[in-house]
T-cell receptor
Framework: DQQVKQNSPSLSVQEGRISILNCDYT??????FLWYKKYPAEGPTFLIS?????DKNEDGRFTVFLNKSAKHLSLHIVPSQPGDSAVYFCAATMVSGFQKLVFGTGTRLLVSP | DADVTQTPRNRITKTGKRIMLECSQTKGHDRMYWYRQDPGLGLRLIYYSFDVKDINKGEISDGYSVSRQAQAKFSLSLESAIPNQTALYFC?????????????FGPGTRLLVL
């Protein structure tokens, strides 16, 4: 039972344009969401997060949007750069108790010059 | 130097062999985790440890065991490796406190079981 889903395994975008990565979840108990970025031969690194009490969080070129009613979040990268080419994992957790992260399957982003 | 290191980075072994994957961290974090990544399945939690004396099973612990030798070291063992344990294994750490703990991942160990 995949509680966190990233339905697009890959996405190609031109440099300078917007990249939109999507993530859906099924467990309404999740109240905190994170995005991790992974380059080849490296471990995932934390990128940005959002609490369920917010609907938007912005950090430089990266913005995460949360739609709780739809159980959907998205990561926007504007403008996209070739160095953003990586696999992006969405993860969800519950703040109370042990904060087990439930990861999505990842979306491979390719930003071409 | 990397804060979270994993050894070996790549390993090929045969079915039935016992192997150990090691993780060390210099971040001073109390909490450590072992995950595996399989194509199309994302990262799944195998074991986690909140301190040296506190070890817990994750969602896919069968066939694995762990040892927390010190605050900085957390090892994952496959007692008798089988081909479906072929995967990319990640160690991670986090520091207790705050509403949500950011996890810091090692570079991964790619394991192939023949």
């Amino acid at each position: 039972d995949q509680q966190v889903k990233q339905n697009s395994p890959s996405l190609s975008v031109q440099e300078g344009r917007i990249s939109i990565l999507n993530c859906d979840y099924t467990n309404s108990m999740f109240d905190y969401f994170l995005w991790y970025k992974k380059y080849p031969a490296e471990g995932p690194t934390f990128l940005i997060s959002i609490s369920s009490i917010k609907d938007k969080n912005e950090d430089g070129r990266f913005t995460v949007f949360l739609n709780k009613s739809a159980k959907h979040l998205s990561l926007h990268i504007v403008p996209s750069q070739p160095g953003d080419s990586a696999v992006y994992f969405c993860a969800a957790t519950m703040v109370s108790g042990f904060q087990k992260l439930v990861f999505g399957t990842g979306t491979r982003l390719l930003v071409s010059p | 130097d990397a804060d979270v290191t994993q050894t070996p980075r790549n390993r090929i072994t045969k079915t039935g062999k016992r192997i150990m994957l090691e993780c060390s961290q210099t971040k001073g974090h109390d909490r450590m985790y072992w995950y595996r990544q399989d194509p199309g399945l994302g990262l799944r939690l195998i074991y986690y440890s909140f301190d040296v004396k506190d070890i817990n099973k994750g969602e896919i612990s069968d066939g694995y065991s762990v040892s927390r030798q010190a605050q900085a070291k957390f090892s994952l063992s496959l007692e008798s490796a089988i081909p479906n344990q072929t995967a990319l294994y990640f160690c991670a750490t986090s520091e207790a406190g705050g509403p949500v703990e950011t996890q810091y991942f090692g570079p991964g160990t790619r394991l192939l079981v023949l």
